[in-house]
Each structure stands twice: as structure tokens, then as C-alpha cells.
């Protein structure tokens, strides 16, 4: 038979699993902190870059849509093949979706990062009042 008296310990059993449970709880919170703290980083980072590709790619389109229209002028005046303006139209339509692409990436970094800083509020919902009404209802 045994007895554990509290008195000649003092209970430093408890006292050191509660310091190391204390311990692992804040070291989980440090590490949780870092990898936010990270990934705001690295979304900071990428917003200019998909920005940069968004205004290469918008420069590229103009001159793919420039060289399209003088390609379709140019077959209507037979002075080119058709293969070339579907190959000039086809890239500029490549262009067009890669740059979709990019503008969907950013509003994705940037839904991520305001997620990742907290900052996410849902939209407000407007409620309509008496000033909302146009002119032509109020007479109705």
C-alpha cells in the first residue's frame, strides 16, 4: 500500500507537466505566428509580380491585336494567307486567356492575404430607401 502525501513533494509532478503543457502551447502559437507571418510575406511579394505579368501580358495583347486586324486586312486584299491570321488570331486568344488567368491569381493572392492578416469582411448588404426610387416609380 502507498500513499502519495503532497506534503514532502509539494505536487511538483503536476507543477512540472502543467510548465510543459504550458511550454507546448505557446511554442504551437510561436510556430503559428512565423508561418503567418511567412505566408504575408510571400503573398506581399507576389501581388507586384502578378501585377508585372498582368501589364507584359495587356502590352503583348495590343500588339497581337494590332498584327490581327493587318492580317485580316491583308487577306481580304489577298496579299496574305489565312493560315497566317489564324495563327496570329489563335495566339492573341492565348493571350487573352493567360491574362484572364493572372487577373484570377491575383484576386486569389489577394483574398489569401487578407485572410492571412485577418482584415476578411463580408460585404455589406445596401438597403434601399426612399432616395433609392427613381423618379419614374415615384409617379406610379
Known amino acids: ?20 503543457t504550458r511550454r507546448q502551447l505557446f ?15 510571400r503573398l506581399l511579394a507576389r501581388v ?11 502590352a503583348t495583347e495590343r500588339s497581337g ?10 487577306v481580304d486584299e489577298g496579299q496574305a ?3 497566317s491570321y489564324y ?8 493571350t487573352q486567356m493567360r491574362i484572364l488567368q493572372l487577373k484570377q491569381q491575383l484576386v486569389d493572392t489577394r483574398i489569401a492575404l487578407e485572410l492571412a492578416c485577418g482584415l476578411y469582411e463580408l460585404p455589406k448588404a445596401k438597403v434601399a430607401d426612399d432616395n433609392d ?3 419614374d416609380r415615384e409617379q406610379q
Do not use: C
Open 65 to 74: 491585336s494590332r498584327l490581327v486586324e493587318t492580317y485580316r486586312r491583308a
Open 27 to 41: 511554442d504551437e502559437y510561436a510556430d503559428r505566428v512565423f508561418q503567418a507571418h511567412a505566408d504575408i510575406g
Open 81 to 83: 494567307d489565312v493560315l
Open 87 to 94: 495563327t496570329a488570331w489563335s495566339n492573341l486568344t492565348q
Open 48 to 58: 507586384p509580380l502578378i501585377n508585372e505579368e498582368i501589364q507584359t501580358a495587356e
Open 1 to 20: 500500500m502507498t500513499v502519495d502525501l503532497p506534503l514532502f513533494d509539494r505536487n511538483q509532478g503536476q507543477i512540472a507537466l502543467e510548465r510543459a
Open 133 to 135: 426610387v427613381p423618379k
